[in-house]
C-alpha cells in the first residue's frame, strides 16, 4: 500500500525533472547550432571577402556580427581564428614553398599568423550588447591596425571602404567604420542590406583606379629564390630591356617590382645609368641594401643621370624577413622594418604613397603615406614563392580598394 503512495509523491519531482533535462537539452543544442553557425559564417567572410575579387570584400563586413553573436569567449575565438585562417588560406603553400620546408612546416606559420588576430578579438569580446560590445569591436580594430598588434592585422573588413563608398576619402573610411560598429548590435538587420546595397551599386558602375600619363607598371616572371640574393646580368639585361621598351612607348617613370634589382651596388648603378644614359626615363625599381646589422628592401629612383633611395620598406615579412630577435640576441641579418619613417616619396613633381609587398595587406601604411598627401599609390611585391595562390591577387584587390577609396592613381609592379 505504500508503493502507489511513494509514487504519487515522487512523479511531481520526477516530471520536474524531466522537463528541466529536455530544456537543458533544447538549450544545449541551441548553442551549439549558434556556435556551429557563428564559426561558418568567419569561414565564409573570410574566404570569400579575401578571394582575390576587389569586388568581393564588403563579403568580410560580416565578420563583427558573427563575432558579436557568438555565446561565449571561446567560440568568439574560433569565429575570428576561421575569418583569419580563411582569408590567410594560401599561406601555408607559399610558406612551404618560400622555406623550402614540407607543407607542415607551412601549416605550422598558418596557425602561428592567426595567434595575433585571435587573441585581441577574443580578450575583447563580451556578453554585453549595445555599446559595450561596439567599443570593444571599436578598440580590436584599433590595436589590429597599428603596431605591434597591426603587425599582423591582415583581413581587416575596413578594406571594403573603397568598395563601398569609392572617391569618399577619409569620410567613405569613417562611414564604413560606423558600419562595422552598426554589425555588432541588434542595427544588424538594417546595416546588411546596407551594405549589400552598396556593394551591388558599385560593382553595377565599377572602374578601374584612374592612371597617370606616363607612369607605367612592368610585371615580371623572374624565380627569384630570396630577398637578398643577386640578380645576375641576364635578368638585369632583360629589365632594361623591358624598360627601354616601355620608354619607346611613351613611358616617363616606369616602375619595376620588388627586388627586380636584386643587391643595389655602385657596380648595378653604372650597369643601368649607363644603359639609361640616350632615354628621358626615370625607373623606380625594388632592391636590397646590405647594411651593418641586416638589410634594407628598398624602392631605388635611378634614370641616365644617377640614382638615390627613395624609400626602405616599413613593414617587411615578419619572421621570413623582419626578424628583430636577432637585434636583441646581438646576431643580425633579416630585414630592417622602419614603421612609420618616409610614408611619402617624391618622384619628379609627384607625391607617391609607396607599399611594397606584404604592406599591401596592412591598414597603417597606406593610411599614413594618404594623410601625408600622396598623389598616387605604388605598389610593387615579389610573388615568385605563391605557388599559384591567390595571395598576388589579394595584395592587387587590397591596394585597388584603396585606391578608390582616396580616388588616386594606382600603378602596380609584380614579379609572379
Known sequence: MWLPLTQDILDPFRRAASSEWREKCSLSNLKFARSLFCILGGVATGTIGWSGNVLLLPAGMLFPAFWAYTPSRSVAALVA??????????????A?????????????LWFAASLVFVAVHSALWTRRTGWPQMLRYLT???LMSLPPFGIMGWASPITAAGVLFPGWS????????????????????????????????SAAFWTEPKVVEGWTGINTTFGYKGAGQPAGYEQQ???????????????KVAVLPESALGLWTQTMERLWTDA?????????????VIQERGYDTVMVEFSGKGSR???????????SMWQPWRQLTGEGGGANAYLFDNPVMQVTDTRAAPLICYEQLLIWPVLQSVAMGSDIIVA????????????????????????KLFDVPLVIALNE
Not at 81 to 87: E, Q, V
Request: charged content about 10%.
Open 237 to 251: 639585361r632583360e629589365a632594361i630591356a623591358m624598360v627601354r621598351k616601355a620608354a619607346g612607348q611613351g613611358a
Open 276 to 288: 639609361l644614359s640616350d632615354l628621358p626615363v626615370t625607373v623606380i625599381g625594388g632592391a636590397v
Open 140 to 142: 580590436a580594430s584599433v
Open 170 to 201: 577619409w569620410f567613405g573610411l569613417a562611414a564604413t567604420a560606423i558600419l562595422l560598429l552598426m554589425m555588432t548590435t541588434s542595427l544588424w538587420r538594417i546595416v546588411v542590406p546596407v551594405v549589400a546595397g552598396c556593394a551591388v551599386w
Open 96 to 108: 612551404s614553398i618560400f622555406f623550402g620546408s614540407q607543407y607542415l612546416i607551412g601549416l605550422g
Open 309 to 319: 633611395i627613395l624609400y626602405r620598406e616599413r613593414m617587411p615579412v615578419p619572421v
Open 380 to 403: 610593387i611585391g615579389n610573388g615568385w614563392w605563391t605557388g599559384g595562390s591567390n595571395i598576388t591577387d589579394i595584395q592587387r584587390a587590397s591596394v585597388t580598394a584603396w585606391a
Open 81 to 94: 581564428a576561421a575569418h583569419f585562417l580563411g582569408a590567410s588560406r594560401g599561406l601555408p603553400q607559399g
